[in-house]
């Protein structure tokens, strides 16, 4: 694996981390406001997204490549809604979306087959993400802010 794959494999496990970090915050923001089914979908979140770092980090160090680690930036803490919560959540995950599209043109133009490999599995899965924020924004939409609605709503989130 040349060094250009490998700093952006880096890149992405670090982001990654990243991801799980400000999921934690939406997930903070949401306990505070006593949505616990929507706090609780949203640690899970965190959690599924060390686990995609911890894929990298298995494939870095698979490949023979070093793992590096670098500092993170503070996410956003407070939210006017959990519509606005779960829209950037939304867009946190396009994000990631285009930086997994990256990684493939990296490896592809790269011609490392392994990392294209490897990678399919993020492609696949970033549509499943993006897919699961949509149908949450609509639901949100949806409620208008009701209460009975966004119980509704936290109710099925936290059974996740």
């Given at each position: ?130 897919n699961n924020m949509k ?26």
């Amino acid at each position: 694996m040349n060094e250009k794959l490998l700093a952006a494999l880096n890149d992405q496990f670090n982001f990654e981390l990243l991801s799980g970090y400000y999921y934690l915050a939406m997930a903070a923001y949401c306990e505070s406001e006593n949505m616990r089914g929507m706090s609780h979908f949203l640690v899970e979140q965190a959690k599924e997204e060390y686990e995609h770092a911890m894929k990298f980090y298995g494939f870095i160090n698979d490949m023979d490549g070093r793992v590096t680690m670098k500092s993170m930036t503070e996410p956003k803490n407070d939210y006017g809604s959990f519509l606005e919560v779960f829209e950037a959540a939304l867009e946190h995950e396009k994000l990631v979306t285009s930086r997994i599209y990256n990684l493939v043109d990296i490896a592809t133009e790269e011609k490392c087959y392994p990392a294209i490999q490897f990678l399919q599995w993020f492609v696949e899965e970033q549509v499943e993400e993006e897919n699961n924020m949509k149908d949450i924004i609509f639901k949100l939409k949806g409620v208008q802010h009701q209460f009975h609605g966004l119980m509704m709503i936290d109710k099925e989130l936290g059974a996740r």
